[in-house]
């Protein structure tokens, strides 16, 4: 009898043996996979958040700025604003100061309801801003503004969003036939929030108050949850395609002035 019972502790201890020894194998392999990630996140936070799409949209809305300017100088937009319409209209100007006499270029993101909140429904709109280098060969800075307002109820929040990325750059090949592309990093948001009816955000790049929130998307002192900061950077180059969609556009619309003006120009009967 003893001896049977002693067989079985033996057998409990070994089966105790080896289940702890498979859930220290699982464990380790879980740490490892952690360290592993780790290592990444780190390794992606050091060298930045660089995309090359980002940067491509970046070369192709300066390009087409540049395209813009070249039709503008040549008096296309001003010719066009008088003589393609009916009755004369005033001469417009695609391009904009600010307060610091910097040139920018001005456009309408998407506006209407938004139930992200359900359910509480919010009337939004948006607005970007682009500045030019002084060659227009690439971009300075782009600002993008988010302004919403709770559609319904007593109590009504107006919020603004800004994301700012104050140097936009292109990707440049190196002489060793390698490709530099932005860290991205410098990347600024912006949170405002004001509960009376009376404030007004205006559709301008450079605001005069500070905004309640601000963060940076690769900030080492107070660097953002990771998940977050992959975020940032999808919805940031979902804007921009839509944004060089927005450029594009205006562009094709004065080369078409341009053609109208040429047809005009032909009417001689």
Do not use: C
Not at 52 to 66: A, C, F, G, K, R
Not at 148 to 156: D, P, W
Not at 165 to 188: A, L, M, R
């Amino acid at each position: 009898m003893k001896s049977a019972i002693k067989f079985i502790l033996i057998i409990l201890a070994s089966l105790t043996i080896l289940v702890h020894s498979v859930y220290s194998e699982k464990t380790k392999a879980m740490t490892y996979k952690e360290r592993e990630t780790e290592k990444q996140i780190d390794a992606q936070r050091k060298s930045g958040f660089s995309d090359v799409e980002i940067d491509t949209l970046h070369e192709s809305i300066s390009t087409n700025l540049q395209e813009i300017k070249k039709l503008r100088d040549m008096g296309v937009e001003k010719q066009s604003a008088i003589y393609l319409t009916d009755i004369p209209a005033t001469d417009t100007d695609i391009f904009k100061t600010d307060k610091d006499g910097k040139t920018y270029i001005q456009f309408a993101l998407p506006q209407g309801q938004s139930y992200v909140d359900w359910p509480k429904i919010y009337l939004y709109d948006g607005v970007g801003f682009i500045y030019p280098s002084e060659d227009y060969s690439q971009l300075d800075k782009i600002v993008l503004m988010f302004r919403r307002v709770n559609a319904e109820g007593q109590q009504y929040t107006k919020e603004m969003r800004r994301l700012i990325n104050p140097t936009p750059k292109n990707s440049v090949t190196n002489e060793d036939g390698t490709v530099s592309t932005d860290s991205n990093s410098d990347i600024q948001l912006e949170y405002y929030q004001s509960m009376t009816s009376n404030t007004v955000w205006p559709d301008k790049p450079i605001l005069d108050n500070e905004p309640d929130v601000k963060m940076e998307l690769n900030n080492a002192d107070n660097l953002l949850p990771y998940e977050k900061q992959k975020l940032i950077m999808h919805q940031y180059k979902k804007i921009l395609r839509k944004v060089d969609k927005i450029v594009a556009l205006r562009l094709r619309g004065l080369q078409l002035d341009q053609r109208r003006m040429v047809t005009k120009m032909l009417e001689y009967k």
